[in-house]
């Protein structure tokens, strides 16, 4: 399958690696070795490219800067004690930046390029994959519009690249969060399926208005009604109620996360009730009110499990039970990292191994 991917290779002269302890260095700063980068030009992938992690070279007018022609993904590969590597869902990563790219009137990267690009790359940069237990190598593809052009149009020219770095020891403080029913992060008929650049830049204001007031994220209501709730900042939002694991339903304004998928497969295969559908503020200040909400979270890539240790709404702040006792998503995280440390078995086959 990735076998007959041209890719010209050129490797560093000088490897970074040791300087920098791949297990504790800050998140998103340091980027690893090597970045594999493909071009599109005349209605076509031209050739693709291994090289050592450098600037692009580029106009001020490169059409992606201006109309935000530009989408990403982020996904995570880890080390096993022996050694291996392997990345997580790496294929629904795949499929789902083509869903993006077409909503945003840009060319389908080929599976050969996509996945042959990031197994080379990872192979390179094998060193920079952390070892320590909760660590990882995160690993951000994304497609950006290059044409030197003002007009506005879908460009001609687009570069797909691939860029890491390491996630040494991701712990995230659980969170306090403001359900938001002024400012709206997704419409009906918009681009908040997609892993849009835009949909994160205009997320900033809402967040730093929360912040003020003691919050570290908001949750995100529907845009007609500001009555239901679909995302918690740039996670999927899940609660558990009574016994059952409960989750906005897909729409086309709540994103397919890849860990929102993994953490109700494995609710299922645990035999526990999971409901997929409209969730809103009144059932939630009702059944915080009866006692019933047990468990609130959000889910993504970065962090896997983000506890949320209390909601505000208007005036009314809403504390849930301590995160020691969460059955549920302390159990949902030690199960996906032992099968991402391959220390637990991986029977959904999740792991695409590397090396
Ligand atoms: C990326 C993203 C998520 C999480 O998706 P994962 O595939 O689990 O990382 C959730 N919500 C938004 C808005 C996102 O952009």
Redesign the pocket.
Known sequence: MIANVDIKIEKTAHSRVSENDVNNVPFGKCFSDHMFIAEYADGKWQKSHIMPYQDMPMSYAMSALHYGQAIF???KAYKSESGEVSIFRPL??FK?LNKSAIRMAMPEVPEEIFMGGLVELLKLDAAWVPTSETGSLYIRPFLIATDEAIGVKASDTYKFVIITCPAGKYYSEPIKVLIETNYI??VEGGV?FV?AAG??GRSLYPTRLAQQKGYQQVIWTDGKTHSFLE?S????LMFVIGDTVVTPALSDT?????????VLALAREWGMKVEERKISIQEILDAHAKGEIKEAFG????ATIAPILGIGYQDHYMELPAVAGREFCNKVDETLRNIRKGKAEDKMGWMYKVN
């Open positions: 993904e982020g996904m629904e990563n789902r992060r997704a908040g892993k949909n994160y995302e900042g740039t996670m999927n709540i994103l397919d996360g890849i860990t929102r998928r993994s889910v993504g890539t970065a």
